[in-house]
């Protein structure tokens, strides 16, 4: 593969849409002479030249060896710093379609620029100051959100809001080492008052420490809401494990009949819940079966469910518990990705409504016909998918490099809260403050190594 080039001195131009059809593409340049060089492809070349910052003037892209026309555009123009990376860009808003968009990339390239790398628009921004590293990298969690509420977590990430913590949090370690350093370039003895106190509350750093690690573990949150989680249906044949995905689907999608073992090979669909991607599983019924066919996916069907990260285990309500079902359940005691469901209530015949007592103690009562329960699953599911304390912050990471970083500055702060109870010497106490410090100026980017921007921004889009 050809090594990428992130020379930040290079015109750039990509195509910023999608390439399909589609009634308008957008094509960005960005570089020192980029005003110049558009205006080197451009009809109007005095029009762009002497073109105000966020004006937008319309012509035509020409081949700059033809002189041809290529395309009727609105070319937008940003002067530096007002742009989106800081240097002078000029936006091409040409015709959709692969066509359209190749012929004006093309004469762009004759015309001077080369092909953006990966990220490169954003890497650039982030080189010119235009956001810190937690920013740059929301622009690429935006755009591959798969949900609502991953996007709006994205979308608070990119207005600063994890940016304006990690400063927080830094400001807190800045000032406990700043009281260590002052005592270790001065010895107690130079200082009034201050002599034979430990410059560090214990509790104080026990505070800072958690605080850090609770962002740390908001990964795992970030990760639920950007990768989703599997959850299967699980349960005998017959217990109406179809029924219920097609509910949750909203969709007719499954193949739902009064035979046992109707489901042969487990099918998958993405639902929503809560804001939530669920990856969900419809399975083969469990049971011994001689047919090879059917063996076969309920083969398949337990290792479905053995990897799912939320199993929804039915019992048909009118049939009851069987030394199956118990078995089953048994296995998973106590884990917390395990739902129990009592299916087919409305089925019960008790004059049209159910007993709460005949439902088992840890199962929710739900049928798929009436839709009775559906609210109460759905809770279940965010709290099996989240944990029962939910999403109880705004600001989560969505990054590894971010969890990876904080996971260090909140080791380092335990280390600087053994020192502190210890009333360990100040030079061990420092170097711990000093790591997390740098740690987290390593997620904002204060402290970063072009491996390390390469390397995230590598994953973004081409355009971005
Ligand atoms: N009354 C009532 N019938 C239901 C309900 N859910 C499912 N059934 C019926 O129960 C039968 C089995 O439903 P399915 O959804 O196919 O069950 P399954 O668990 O997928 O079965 P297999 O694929 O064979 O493992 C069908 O006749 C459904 O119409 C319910 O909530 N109420
Ligand atoms: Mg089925």
Redo the contacts with the bound molecule.
């Keep these: 593969m050809k090594e990428l080039s992130y020379n930040t001195e290079d015109p750039i131009a990509a195509l910023a849409t999608g390439w399909e059809e589609s009634a308008i593409a957008v094509i960005r340049t960005s570089g020192t002479d980029a005003i110049e060089l558009a205006a080197g492809v451009f009809s109007n070349k005095d029009g762009l030249r002497s073109a105000e910052g966020g004006t937008i003037v319309y012509g035509y892209v020409l081949d700059p060896e033809t002189g041809a026309r290529v395309d009727e555009v609105l070319a937008a123009v940003f002067r530096a710093p007002r742009s989106y990376t800081g240097e002078d860009s000029v936006e091409f808003f040409c015709h959709g379609g692969i066509p359209a968009v190749s012929v004006v990339l093309s004469a762009l390239k004759k015309g001077g620029f080369r092909d953006a790398a990966p990220g490169e628009f954003t890497m650039r921004a982030f080189v010119n100051g235009k956001l810190d590293l937690t920013r740059a990298e929301a622009v690429h969690e935006i755009v591959t959100a798969k949900t609502a509420k991953a996007h709006s977590l994205a979308l608070n990430r990119l207005s600063g809001a994890l940016e304006l913590r990690i400063e927080d949090l830094k400001r807190r370690v800045l000032d406990m080492l700043s009281s260590v350093e002052l005592l270790l370039d001065y010895p107690e003895d130079e200082l009034d008052g201050q002599a034979g106190e430990y410059p560090l509350d214990v509790q104080a750093v026990e505070n800072l420490c958690a605080d850090v690690q609770r962002l740390a573990d908001s990964f795992k949150a970030g990760k639920v809401f950007r990768d989703g989680v599997p959850a299967a249906l699980a ?1 005998r ?7 219920l995905f097609n509910l949750l689907l909203r969709e007719d999608r499954a193949i ?8 042969r090979d487990y099918i998958e669909s993405w639902i929503t819940v809560k804001g939530i991607p669920l990856r969900l599983f ?1 399975t ?2 469990l049971r011994n079966s001689d047919n090879p066919i059917e063996a076969e996916g309920i083969k398949r069907s337990g290792e479905v469910i053995a990897d799912a990260g939320i199993i929804l285990y ?1 019992v048909d309500a009118v049939c009851g518990l069987n030394e199956e079902d118990r078995t089953f359940l048994d296995r998973l005691q106590g884990e917390e990705r395990l739902i129990r469901l009592w ?2 209530i ?2 019960i015949p008790n004059e049209g409504a159910y007993d709460e007592d005949q439902v088992p103690d840890g199962f929710i009562p739900i ?3 009436t839709g009775e329960g559906l609210a109460e699953l759905e809770k279940a599911l965010a709290e099996a998918a989240l944990g029962k304390k939910g999403l109880d912050d705004t600001v989560v990471i969505d990054s590894m490099r971010q969890r990876d970083l904080l996971q260090r500055a909140a080791t380092a702060l335990d280390k600087t809260r053994s020192a502190a109870e210890e009333q360990a010497p100040l030079d061990a106490a420092a170097m711990e403050l000093r790591d997390a410090l740098d740690a987290m100026g390593e997620i904002t980017g204060e402290v970063s190594s072009a491996d390390i921007l390469n390397n995230i921004f590598s994953n973004f889009c081409v355009g971005k």
């Design positions: 349960g044949t017959n217990s109406g494990k179809s029924s739902v009949s009064e035979i046992h073992g109707t489901t419809d083969a019924g039915l299916s087919k409305d089925a049928s798929s016909l």
